[in-house]
């Protein structure tokens, strides 16, 4: 299994990003793809969650509402789009994918691509 994020960098507050995480490997129809991010000296948290099949998504309180979950099956990609973002953004954004159903515990996500950094400036 492979998972490939792509699509940090800087932008400013306010601005606009979409993260891609390309994968291969999986099973689809049986797997949820879901996106955390990491900030310096801070734990992993959930962000975002989207079942393969059926398209049902999930999000951490805080990021409704400016994040948006999506995929594209035929490219077997998922994509992040974060919209007035904010300097506390500022993260290294992993994907990840879970056999099953989402959880917001990142224990208990099988596969994690490698991260893509985010900065967002003041």
């Known amino acids: 299994v492979q998972l490939q994020a792509s699509g940090g960098g800087l932008v400013q507050a306010g601005g606009s990003v979409r993260l891609s995480c390309a994968s291969s490997g999986l099973t689809f129809n049986t797997y949820t793809m879901g996106w955390f991010r990491q900030a310096p000296g801070k734990e992993r948290e959930f962000v975002a969650a989207?079942?393969?099949?059926?398209?049902?998504?999930y999000y951490a309180d805080s990021m409704k509402g400016r994040f948006t979950i999506s995929r594209d099956n035929a490219k077997n990609t998922v994509f992040l789009q974060m919209n007035t973002l904010k300097p506390e953004d500022t993260a290294v954004y992993y994907c990840a994918a879970r056999w099953g159903s989402y959880s917001a515990a990142a224990n208990a996500w099988d596969y994690w691509g490698q991260g893509t950094l985010v900065t967002v400036s003041s």
């Open positions: 989207i079942r393969w099949i059926g398209g049902s998504t």
